[in-house]
């Protein structure tokens, strides 16, 4: 998928889920319950064991999802994860030598930032998006702020957000937020292979930030 096209699938969700997790068994399983939600969108960080060498196996068992690879930190990780049909890159740092690579196949590419310096120099690096991580550290009202001076950037919070901070930074400005283990794939609902309910949360929480319900 080109960098265009998931950049437009992003803002129209408003919402990514992020998947870290050591149950490789239930991957599949999650991935189901993504589709059964309505989800079409997934981010797989590096931290799930040997994740590189089963990512070309998860699109094409699911090609109806568009899959990330995040907690990346070096290009030649983004090369691979590209290689094995990432249709993003999400990294929690701002690497440099991560965009070139990942712009070279027209793959979308989230650096991450900050502050006001860090979120800047991610824009003119080529950054796509812009990660703002841990976005639970700061108030939803410090995107405001950052984009009075800077309303060229996109900003993308993640880092234990709940629904209604998620909400909260959307109504703010951002263009979409991602959720992972604190409200959607909690570890908890993994362990008892309670996919059913994960399915449930993530249908309730793209009902609510497409339709900004608190």
Avoid at 12 to 22: A, G, M, N, Q, W
Avoid at 122 to 140: Q, T
Avoid at 174 to 188: L, P
């Amino acid at each position: 998928m080109k960098s265009c096209d998931v950049k437009e699938l992003i803002k129209k969700e408003r919402l990514v889920p992020i998947l870290r997790t050591t149950r490789v068994d239930c991957i599949e399983d999650i991935l189901k319950a993504t589709v059964d939600a309505g989800g079409k969108i997934i981010e797989f960080t590096m931290t799930i064991p040997d994740i590189l060498e089963k990512l070309d196996y998860y699109k094409n068992k699911f090609p109806e999802l568009t899959i990330g690879l995040g907690t990346v930190y070096e290009p030649e990780e983004a090369k691979k994860g590209i290689e094995r049909g990432a249709d993003f890159i999400v990294t929690p740092i701002l690497n440099p030598s991560i965009v070139e690579i990942t712009k070279s196949k027209d793959k979308l590419i989230i650096l991450s930032g900050f502050t006001p310096t860090e979120i800047y120099n991610a824009y003119k690096l080529g950054s796509d998006l812009i990660k703002l991580f841990p976005a639970s550290e700061v108030s939803p009202t410090f995107l405001r702020e950052i984009l009075n001076p800077m309303p060229f950037v996109e900003i993308f919070p993640t880092g234990g957000l709940n629904l209604i901070s998620a909400i909260q930074f959307i109504s703010y400005g951002a263009v979409a937020v991602g959720m992972g283990a604190s409200t959607i794939f909690k570890k908890d609902l993994i362990e008892s292979k309670n996919f059913k309910e994960i399915s449930f949360h993530l249908w309730n929480a793209r009902r609510r930030i497409q339709n900004m319900v608190i």
